[in-house]
């Protein structure tokens, strides 16, 4: 499709389903030279096949990597697999999960694990690949996974809002510390992405179709859209972009 990410190694967590898995897939269409897929289970959420049979249909070298993001071994582990295809150059930390909850009532087992993904996992991702970068003395792009609900307050998902709006300003120190090193740190924030998440999470798929109404182009996001985002953000055509959260949103944070 297009040469934008040849040459590069790129990591994609939480690339089992949805927009993970389409942004993986993007990346081996737009010529990266490898693909590490990561999730906590092999096989997509929604059913079908393995991420990674998808990208060696196209021809790039791919492996599947089992970690979970919120066990920093894990994402260390993870990441030392890029070592074998020359070092990672691309970190998309994307993967996290989502709960509705009205801030009164959250369970504290549920509140934890939100931030244990959402946050903790997202940093320790950022933080591998920084490192694996530095050494390299690669200049690497990292990309993390916000939200619109990061960038505006949602009472119905006030523990996820609250992760999200924690994942931009992660973004934005880390490229302030990054940046030296000319390593590039973003954030993308989606806005309704029909993916499996949207459609099964309690109570969040009644209030898509009201998004859905509210957003100017009056359409749902397609994961590959976030993928097409993230190609850019981890090519050298953003080379002078960091520090950004990214809105993918259909214009729904514009009204
Ligand atoms: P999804 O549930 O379809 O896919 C998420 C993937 O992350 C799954 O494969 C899951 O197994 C994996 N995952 C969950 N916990 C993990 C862990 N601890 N370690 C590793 N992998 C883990 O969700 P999605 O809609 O594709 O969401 C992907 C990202 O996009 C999330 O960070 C989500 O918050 C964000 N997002 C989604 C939307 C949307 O409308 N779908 C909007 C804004 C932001």
Redesign the pocket.
Known sequence: MSNLLQDKVVIV????????RAIAISAARHGAKAVLV????EL???GGTPTTQEIEALGVATRFVQ????RKADVDRLVEAAAAFGGVDVMVA?????ARDDGADVSEESYRRLMA??LD?TLFSAQAAARQMKANGKAGSIVL?????GIVGAGMTVA?STS?GGVVLMAKSLADALGPDGIRVNAV?????D????RTAAGIADAAEGFRQRTPLRRL?K?EEIGDAVVWLGSDMSSYVTGIALQVDGGLLAV
């Not at 994307?94 to 989502?98: D, E, K």
């Not at 924030?189 to 992405?193: E, L, S, Y």
């Open positions: 967590t939480g690339a089992a389903s949805g927009i993970g990561s999730d906590i289970a997509p959420r929604e970690a979970d993001v919120s994307n993967a996290g999960i989502t993904v959402n996992g996974m916000a939200s619109m609900g996820y999200k924030a989606p806005g309704t992405i993916t499996h998440l949207l996001g994961p």
